[in-house]
C-alpha cells in the first residue's frame, strides 16, 4: 500500500527553529506559530484524531509516531509526508520569510523523517508567492530522491494555471517531478477566500467548500491555460478536495471548451482527456454515499477511475480515511490500482521501489 | 436522385451572408464567408441542439500554443446558439466529431443561387 498524504506535525518547535537560517530564526521564534497564517475558521473540538492526542503533544509528531500508529498496523509500504499546517507558507506576507521557512522545514523533514525511516519520503514545500525562489527551492532539494513530488496548497492568490506560476511546474517537470496540490490554507493569508461568495461563517462550510472549490479552482485553471501542452511531462496530484464532483466539472469543462475554445484555442482536444491523462487524485475524504457507492464508483468511472484515484489516509487527522475501512469499500477490481499500483505507476522509480 | 434547386437571388445572399429556403420538407441554407465571396450550402439545423446554423458567423478558427492566439487559416461556420465550430466543407462539429450536419454544394451564377440537393 502506497499512502499519499501522511502529515508530519512539528512536535518541536525548537527542533525545526534549528533549521531556520540563524538570522531569521529570532523572528520565527517570536511568532505565534511561525508567523503562518492562522485560520479563522477552527474545527469546533481537534483538528486531530483524538484517539491519537496525548496530553503534552499532537499526533503524528515524530517519524516513530507515523510508524507505530500508520505504517506498522496497516501494513504500508510507502508513506509520502506533505506537511501540515506548513503548507501555508506560500500565504504569508512575507517571500523571503516563506522561502526560509519553506527550506528549513524541507532539510528537517530529510534529517528529521526520511533519514529516520526508510518507508517515509518527502513532498518538497516551496513558497508558491515566489515564484521564481520556488523553482529554486525544487531544484535543490529533488536532489534527494526520496522526495517525490512538490507541494502546493490549496489557498492561493489566483489559480495555478497562472502564467506567474509557470517556473514552478517548468521546474517540477524538469526535476522529474509531478506536483501535488492539496487543500487548505483558503481564505488565509494572502489567499483568495473560500467558495467564491465571499467568507463564510464555519468551519463546516469551509470544509464542504473551500477545499474542493480551490481544488476545482487549479484543476480548471491549469487545463484551460494549456499548462500540460506546455510541458507535457508534467503530471499533478489534487488532494484532499473531494472527488464526487470530478465528473461534473469535467463534462461542464469540455461543454464550455466546445463553444468557447476561441478563448483558449492552444486546446485542441476535450480538456478532460488532458486531465485524464495527467491528473491523479487523492481519494480520501471519499464522500460517504448514504450507501450509494455503486452510483459514485460508476460516475468516477466516466471521469477515468480508477487509473486516476490514488490512495490518500491523511493521517492524523480527524476526516482522515482508515486504510482497512477503503480496503473493504473500493470495488475488488479497484483495490490494488487504488491503493497502489496507480501510485507507483504515477511517481515512477522515484519512489524507490524498484531499487530493493 | 440530386438536382440543383433555385433557393434566391445572389444580392439577397450578399447582403444578409445566408439564404435559407426549405427543400423538400428540410430547412437549407447556403453561407456566404464574407473574406472570399465563397459560397458554401448546409442543413439549418444544428445537429447539437437544432438551432439555426445557417445564421451564425462564418469566421477564421483561432489557433495557438498556449499563451499565444493565432489564426489557423481554416473558416468555420459557428452555431449561433451555443457557438460549437462547424467544418464548412464536411458539415463536421471540429469539437465534437460525432456531430455533423448536411452540407451541399452550392454555386452563384445569373444572380441566383442555387443548391444541389
Not at chain 1, 22 to 42: D, I, K, N, T
Not at chain 2, 6 to 27: S, Y
Not at chain 2, 68 to 87: K, M, Q, T, V
Not at chain 2, 102 to 117: E, H, I, M, Q, S
Request: proline share 8%; with cysteine; net charge negative.
Amino acid at each position: 500500500m502506497i499512502d499519499c498524504d501522511v502529515h508530519p506535525q512539528i512536535g518541536d518547535a525548537d527542533e525545526l527553529l534549528a533549521y531556520i537560517e540563524p538570522a531569521q530564526r529570532e523572528w520565527f521564534a517570536s511568532q505565534v506559530f511561525f508567523g503562518l497564517p492562522g485560520y479563522p475558521w477552527a474545527h469546533p473540538s481537534s483538528w486531530y484524531r483524538q484517539d491519537l492526542e496525548t496530553r503534552n503533544g499532537i499526533p503524528g509528531g515524530d517519524a516513530a509516531s507515523v510508524a507505530r500508529e500508520l505504517l506498522d498496523p496497516s501494513g504500508t509500504e510507502i508513506g509520502v509526508l506533505n506537511a501540515d499546517d506548513a503548507i501555508t507558507v506560500s500565504l504569508m506576507p512575507s517571500p523571503y520569510r516563506a522561502a526560509a521557512f519553506a527550506r528549513a522545514h524541507n532539510d528537517w523533514i530529510r534529517e528529521r523523517w526520511l533519514d529516520a525511516d526508510p518507508r517515509l519520503r518527502g513532498g518538497i514545500l516551496v513558497p508558491a508567492q515566489d515564484p521564481s525562489a520556488a523553482a529554486a527551492e525544487i531544484r535543490r532539494v529533488a536532489e534527494d530522491e526520496r522526495f517525490v513530488h512538490v507541494v502546493l496548497v490549496g489557498g492561493s492568490e489566483r489559480p495555478y494555471g497562472e502564467p506567474r506560476y509557470l517556473p514552478i511546474f517548468e521546474a517540477a517537470a524538469e526535476c522529474g517531478l509531478p506536483v501535488a496540490i492539496h487543500s487548505g490554507g483558503e481564505g488565509l493569508g494572502i489567499s483568495a477566500p473560500p467558495g467564491g461568495a465571499g467568507p463564510v461563517t464555519f468551519y463546516i462550510e469551509w470544509h464542504t467548500l473551500g477545499s474542493a472549490c480551490s481544488i476545482m479552482a487549479h484543476l480548471v485553471s491549469l487545463l484551460v491555460h494549456g499548462t500540460f501542452e506546455r510541458l507535457p511531462t508534467l503530471r499533478v496530484l489534487l488532494m484532499e478536495g473531494g472527488i464526487a464532483w470530478l465528473p461534473g466539472i469535467l463534462w461542464r469543462l469540455d461543454t464550455n471548451w466546445r463553444g468557447l475554445r476561441s478563448e483558449v484555442p492552444w486546446l485542441d482536444r476535450k480538456p478532460s482527456e488532458a486531465a485524464r491523462e495527467h491528473v491523479r487524485f487523492s481519494t480520501q475524504p471519499l464522500e460517504h454515499t448514504d450507501g450509494e457507492d455503486a452510483l459514485l464508483f460508476e460516475m468516477l468511472e466516466a471521469a477515468g477511475a480508477p487509473q486516476i484515484l490514488c490512495f490518500a489516509s491523511d493521517y492524523p487527522h480527524w476526516d482522515f480515511d482508515d486504510p482497512a475501512f477503503m480496503l473493504r469499500r473500493l470495488p475488488e477490481a479497484w483495490r490494488e490500482p487504488v491503493l497502489h499500483g496507480n501510485a507507483e505507476a504515477f511517481y515512477g522509480a522515484r519512489l524507490g521501489l524498484t531499487r530493493a | 436522385m440530386t438536382d440543383w434547386v433555385d433557393v434566391g437571388p445572389a444580392a439577397e445572399l450578399e447582403e444578409a451572408g445566408r439564404i435559407v429556403a426549405r427543400v423538400g420538407g428540410r430547412e437549407v441554407g447556403v453561407v456566404r464567408d464574407p473574406a472570399d465571396g465563397s459560397v458554401w450550402g448546409i442543413r439549418n439545423r444544428c445537429p447539437h441542439h437544432g438551432g439555426p446554423l445557417c445564421l451564425g458567423r462564418v469566421r477564421e478558427r483561432e489557433a495557438g500554443v498556449p499563451g499565444r492566439y493565432e489564426l489557423s487559416g481554416r473558416r468555420i461556420l459557428r452555431c449561433p446558439w451555443h457557438g460549437w465550430e462547424f467544418d464548412l466543407e464536411t458539415g463536421r462539429c471540429l469539437d465534437e466529431p460525432s456531430l455533423r450536419a448536411a452540407v451541399y454544394p452550392a454555386r452563384v451564377a445569373d444572380g441566383r443561387v442555387t443548391l444541389l440537393v
